[in-house]
């Protein structure tokens, strides 16, 4: 299977880092291929604009859809993007890696789904959900969060974590067409022990092997 890891942590040496590295050699023991984009390590560009097309189909008004469909076709795509398509077209599984910045994600990753997710490619038109341009591909994602577990739920302070992050399970990786498998998360992990993030990459590693 080809595995494409999109991480988004500022910080190389987080626990949130350390999933990411725990996941490569985890997936690549087991005899996967895992391709990897560390987005902060790679200095990702997070705004969309009239910069990311060497070649517009429509110069004096700026539709950026239309002109990722135009960029795809005619091969105008900044370098940027062009590079991160191919490897998302090359998996069969994305891993999204990233802490949960205000019931959502960071913006570098948000940045990386509006400039990668190409209309066109893998939305547009009827392509949505089933339909989807990624349609045969699998996604999902391993997250940390500082609350408790007890915090999330129906009735729990902050609701139910799958109602939250329902934009990106449902509104991004799905609407694309991607079969979208149970996410991990990683609770409370600024706060607990060692020992206990021990615990949670070994629950990580079986996690990954189970998917």
């Known amino acids: 299977m080809n595995v494409f890891l999109v991480h988004a942590h500022p910080e190389p040496r987080s626990f949130c880092a350390a999933m990411k590295d725990t996941a490569v050699e985890t997936l690549a023991e087991a005899g996967h291929t895992v391709a990897v984009s560390d987005l902060y ?3 990702f560009n997070p705004v969309a604009s009239a910069d990311d097309f060497s070649e517009r189909s429509e110069p004096s008004y ?28 090359a998996c069969d599984l994305l891993l999204l890696s990233f802490p949960l910045f205000w019931f959502s994600v960071p913006a570098i990753l948000k940045g990386w789904i509006d400039r990668v997710l190409l209309s066109g490619l893998t939305y547009g038109g009827k392509r949505f959900y089933d339909r989807g341009g990624l349609a045969g591909k699998k996604a999902t994602i391993g997250i940390t969060l500082g609350g408790r577990p007890h915090m999330f739920g129906p009735d729990a302070i902050h609701g139910e974590i799958e109602t939250m992050l329902r934009p990106l399970l449902r ?7 991607m079969q979208v498998l149970p996410p991990f998360y990683a609770y409370h992990v600024p706060y607990i022990t060692a020992d206990a993030r021990k615990e949670i990459l070994a629950d990580w590693r079986h996690w990954l092997l189970t998917l």
Do not use: C, N
């Open 171 to 177: 509104g991004t990786l799905w609407y694309t067409g």
């Open 62 to 89: 700026l539709v950026y859809a239309l002109e990722q469909r135009h960029a795809y076709e005619t091969g105008s795509l900044a370098p940027d993007i062009a590079a991160e398509v191919e490897k998302l077209k």
């Open 41 to 43: 390590a790679m200095g």
